[in-house]
């Protein structure tokens, strides 16, 4: 369990909203487990140095987007990460600057990729148009070339996420298009952290070559394999079980 003294404190400038960061950060990392009791508003005004306002303010967000739950004689606590709201956009924002997600929002996150993405894969063979296939490999090439440099590691997870995203886009669905927006902060943080695990790049590289390759080369078929590829490197280097795919495939696709 997280003491209020580990934790970095926000500047005074960013009032209410940066406390708010700070201690969803905490919580998005697992500092605190579900069910674990919460500071109390008292404890939290004297380590921030902030007033019970401020305080006040910066709970009722971290409320607002489920984290906690303020209960009347039982004090806060903090909620389930099944009853986190991932798709808010205030939790969005907090999840972009994540730097060690919760274990479990990292399987959650990569549960979502296993089964959205070989479908989307095989959507953007069959959509993807010639401007779709010069965003997806403008995002490999951006990979490829700071892929060496460790310094660079995180100017390759912003291709990285670059090109998962144009081919959410390729796939010209407007639901799993609006899902990957929505979802976005989320992917970030899992490749950020994967890339962290991550040795030499030089196997994701290839696996995401061949996905391109393959949505180039209107194979669906291939797209789907090479995406499971690609997402089973992921769990490798995040340690995390890949599980097996999906058995039903999208009603837009051929059998």
């Not at 400038?13 to 998005?28: D, E, K, V």
């Not at 994967?194 to 669906?220: K, N, W, Y």
Request: charged share 25%.
């Amino acid at each position: 369990m997280t003491t209020l003294s580990q934790l970095p404190l926000p500047p005074d400038a960013g009032g209410a909203q940066a406390l708010a960061t700070t201690l969803a950060h905490a919580i998005l990392s697992g500092k605190w487990a579900s069910g674990e009791t919460f500071p109390r508003e008292r404890d939290l005004c004297e380590h921030f140095s902030a007033s019970r306002n401020r305080v006040r303010n910066a709970l009722a967000e971290l409320s607002g987007s489920g984290l906690i739950e303020r209960t009347a004689g039982r004090g806060t606590v903090v909620r389930d990460i099944e009853d986190w709201h991932l798709l808010d956009p205030q939790m969005s924002e907090w999840m972009a600057g994540l730097e060690a997600p919760h274990p479990q929002l990292v399987r959650e996150v990569f549960a979502f990729r296993l089964s959205a993405e070989p479908f989307v894969s095989e959507l953007a063979a069959l959509a993807a148009t010639g401007q779709d296939l010069a965003r997806i490999e403008s995002a490999l090439v951006g990979m490829c070339d700071s892929a060496a440099d460790p310094a660079r590691r995180e100017e390759h997870a912003d291709h990285d996420v670059a090109f998962h995203d144009a081919i959410y886009r390729a796939s010209h669905n407007l639901v799993w298009r609006q899902m990957g927006l929505l979802l976005r902060p989320s992917i970030v943080a899992l490749i950020q952290h994967s890339h962290h695990q991550a040795g030499s790049l030089d196997d994701s590289l290839e696996r995401h070559r061949q996905v391109f390759d393959a949505i180039r080369l209107r194979d669906p078929e291939a797209a789907r394999d090479a995406t499971e590829r690609v997402l089973a490197r992921t769990a490798a280097d995040l340690g995390v079980e890949h599980g097996t795919r999906p058995l039903t495939r999208p009603a837009s696709l051929p059998d």
